[in-house]
């Protein structure tokens, strides 16, 4: 029908790959060789490197959590992977600089577009290493830094090293660990006190590489009073082998600072996507993380804040879209740890055929604060009657000087509202697609517009294909 | 060919047969008006010309403008031209009426055809304006939390927006206060013309004198027993419909 071509086309859009050759290959497997290969790669400091190792150490040792998580992860083959692939260290500072292959991947993406239109920033990593990363010039003046992690741990190591793990400890998890000791490239970001960047600074994950892994690692901090906006995207190409993906991201927003993280993430179906994100707010300080879910074969990905002084709030605006035989494991975790914190949690799924959609949720609230308030809400609709979804909301609240509200739904796309939306000249998936963008709809309109409408073209893609 | 040509329609619903042989020409530029008790297949009818999968057609035909309307799909149907005002409006949660119009009207649009945002909405506009219906109504979701007869406004203002060749209104009167019930006439008259054929499907006369139709169909059992002019409407209404399942059964 009338739209079939051009839909053909940008749903493929992220779904090329150039045949690239890689400066720096550290082989495929994991061990202490690689590792040390990546540190001596990027001339790390001794404790980088210790720092690596011991993470290593820590990733062996601990079993996969398949007690409460999906048994694919088992289908995760470690050894299979290619853990760091880079053409150089040296990110350039113009589009003109970047390896030509390079340069038309993002072009494809639209990125340099995106960067003169609306960003005060962009950072554009290819597997391992940012190829670009460039800021406008008077936020430089006003002592923001915002570069690629492995330029932010040689340039400002003071900053890096003291607030560097310390939010997700290496040992949080198997798969922070991981990250930890083979990580490369994401961002670091620091904003002084009282600065506000207006415009938002904009990272790009690029996997162009086969049975490859990336293990980003990013680390916000806004000090004082500070504020910015960061908003992240990513795409792989679809290979017949699993790719791996899993990033560490850390925000620490100080006393009065305002934190907003957006991620719309398109991954391929063959990717694991294992990601741990969380941030600490200080006094009156404010984190609120946008995490739109599209794609890749299993997402597992639980941003949370830990509201460590008081009046914090935190906030976790979620979107998973799980297509047929995919599974969204997604969620929030809201840490109290002062009085008169308050978070908020809105999480919207939609499962399509055999797609699997799952909330987990943690919210803690200790029983000497007073004044805390929780408001989480999952909404969860299918689209076929063989679609999936399972909310574990865990709120423990102790005592009574504090309120939890908790609301959780499951609808349908009903057969009658399609018939509806077809009467009215829509096609099937037009009918689906519009269905589905009134479902999240409401949470969309928080967003800043140019994301609500590159989601909005997503889940457009995402529900034309799922009718055939 | 100008016409809507139901031949010999027999259709059932789980296996039930609810039209027995139905035939029906609708023309371009008239306006019929289909009367029958509850239970009859009127909705039956409208529902199985615009496609739904629950009514199964096991024979006859239905042309449109001499295309076969049933190799059709719903929306191919759709967008040939047929409109279908419900008798059960359906609830679209979070699609506002703006965003719902607009989509159906892309949807006849061709890939390279541009959208003009501000005519749309001027146009809109007016038709709200038409329909008495608060401009505010744009932001809302379709049919969400409306009142029945806000409903049936709306239904009739996407038919306006549509700009149908056919239109099947499906007891469009029933829910409406009788302020309401004219300006939805009006509404209704304003679009009847040389190239629309309407198809009104209702229980009440009263409607009747607002939309005056040139010809009046009485179903009953899922057939068409008796067709007249807008007189037949009087009489039923003033004697109801045992006098014609009489007649039939006295086989005149
Ligand atoms: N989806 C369905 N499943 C089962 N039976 C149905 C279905 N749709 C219609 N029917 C049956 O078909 C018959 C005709 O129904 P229809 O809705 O066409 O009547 P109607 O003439 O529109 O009545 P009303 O004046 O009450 O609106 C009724 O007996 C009804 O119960
Ligand atoms: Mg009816």
């Known amino acids: 029908m009338k739209n079939e071509n051009a839909i053909d086309i940008d749903r493929e859009k992220g779904n090329f790959h150039y045949d690239t050759t890689y400066e720096f290959d550290a082989g495929i497997g994991l061990n202490e060789r690689v590792v040390n290969y990546i540190a001596d790669v990027k001339e790390e400091d001794d404790w980088v490197r210790a720092f690596r190792l011991k993470a290593l150490d820590i990733f062996k040792g601990k079993p996969l959590p398949t007690h409460w998580a999906t048994k694919d992860l088992e289908n995760i083959h470690f050894d299979k992977f290619r853990y760091y692939l880079s053409k150089g260290q040296q990110p350039s500072r113009t589009w003109d600089e970047v390896p030509d292959d390079v340069k038309e991947t993002f072009e494809r993406l639209g990125i340099p577009e995106q960067e003169r239109a609306f960003l005060a920033g962009v950072e554009a990593q290819f597997d391992s290493e940012a190829a670009y990363s460039r800021m406008k010039e008077d936020l430089a003046k006003d002592g923001v830094i915002f570069v690629g992690s492995t330029e932010g741990l040689k340039r400002h190591p003071e900053i890096f090293r003291k607030f560097f793990a310390k939010v997700i400890p290496v040992a949080d998890n198997k798969f922070s660990a991981l990250n930890s000791a083979v990580f490369s490239g994401g961002s670091f970001i620091y904003v002084p006190p009282g600065v506000k960047v207006k415009q938002p600074l904009q990272a790009y994950f690029r996997i162009n590489a086969e049975s490859f892994g990336q293990f980003e690692r990013t680390l916000i901090i806004a000090d004082e009073g500070a504020e910015v906006t960061y908003m992240e995207g990513c795409t792989a190409p679809k290979f017949e082998t699993t790719t791996l993906h899993s990033a560490v991201v850390e925000l620490v927003a100080l006393k009065g600072a305002k934190i907003q993280y957006i991620t719309v993430q398109n991954w391929s179906s063959n990717v694991f996507n294992l990601v741990t994100k969380r941030a600490r707010a200080e006094e009156e300080a404010e984190v609120k993380w946008i995490d739109c879910n599209i794609g890749s074969r299993l997402t597992m990905k639980y941003p949370g804040v830990i509201l460590k002084g008081r009046r914090a709030r935190g906030e976790v605006l979620s979107i998973a879209l799980a297509g047929d035989g995919q599974h969204q494991d997604t969620g929030a975790k809201m840490i109290h740890a002062a009085d008169e914190t308050t978070s908020n949690i809105i999480a919207k799924s939609i499962s399509v055929g055999e797609g699997r959609s799952t909330y987990r949720g943690q919210v803690h609230i200790p029983r000497r604060l007073r004044g805390c308030r929780n408001n989480t809400e999952c909404d969860a609709l299918l689209i076929n009657a063989n679609s999936r979804t399972d909310t574990y909301p865990a709120i423990t609240v102790r005592g009574n000087h504090n309120s939890v509200q908790h609301e959780a739904s499951v609808s349908k796309v009903s057969a009658e509202q399609i018939f509806y939306l077809m009467q009215r000249g829509m096609s099937e998936g037009e009918a689906m697609s519009l269905a589905v963008n009134g479902f999240v709809n409401d949470l969309v309109k928080q967003f800043p517009m140019e994301y609500s409408v590159e989601l909005k073209r997503l889940i457009d893609l995402e529900m034309e294909g799922s009718v055939g | ?252």
Not at chain 2, 5 to 12: A, F, I, K, R
Not at chain 2, 47 to 52: D, E, M, W
Request: charged content about 25%.
């Open chain 2, 1 to 252: 060919m100008r016409s809507l040509e139901v031949e010999n329609l027999t259709v059932s619903v789980e296996g039930k047969t609810i039209l027995n042989n139905l035939s029906l020409n609708l023309p371009k530029g008239e306006v019929h008006a289909i009367m029958g008790p509850n239970g009859s297949g009127k909705s039956t009818l409208a529902k199985a010309l615009a496609g739904h999968e629950h009514y199964t057609v096991s024979s006859g035909a239905v042309l449109m403008d001499g295309e076969n309307l049933l190799d059709l799909e719903v929306d191919q149907r759709a967008r040939a031209g047929l409109f279908m005002a419900f008798q059960y409006p359906v609830e679209i949660p979070g699609v506002s009426i703006a965003n719902f119009i607009r989509a159906a009207l892309k949807a006849r649009q061709g890939e390279e055809d541009s959208f003009d945002a501000l005519a749309y909405y001027r146009r809109l506009y007016a038709e709200m304006d038409r329909l008495g219906i608060d401009r505010k109504f744009t932001g809302r979701s379709v049919n969400e939390g409306f009142s029945g007869g806000e409903k049936k406004r709306c239904e009739i203002l996407q038919m306006a927006m549509l700009e149908p060749k056919y239109c099947v209104l499906d007891e469009t009167d029933s829910g409406l206060d009788i302020d309401a019930l004219k300006i939805v006439a009006a509404g209704v008259n304003h679009m009847r013309g040389e190239d629309r054929g309407i198809l009104v499907i209702t229980h009440y006369q009263r409607l009747l004198n607002h939309i005056v139709p040139d010809y009046v169909h009485v179903i009953v059992d899922g057939r068409i027993v008796k067709s007249g002019d807008k007189s037949l409407a009087v009489e039923v209404e003033e004697r109801g419909y045992d006098w014609i399942k009489e007649e039939m059964a006295a086989g005149v």
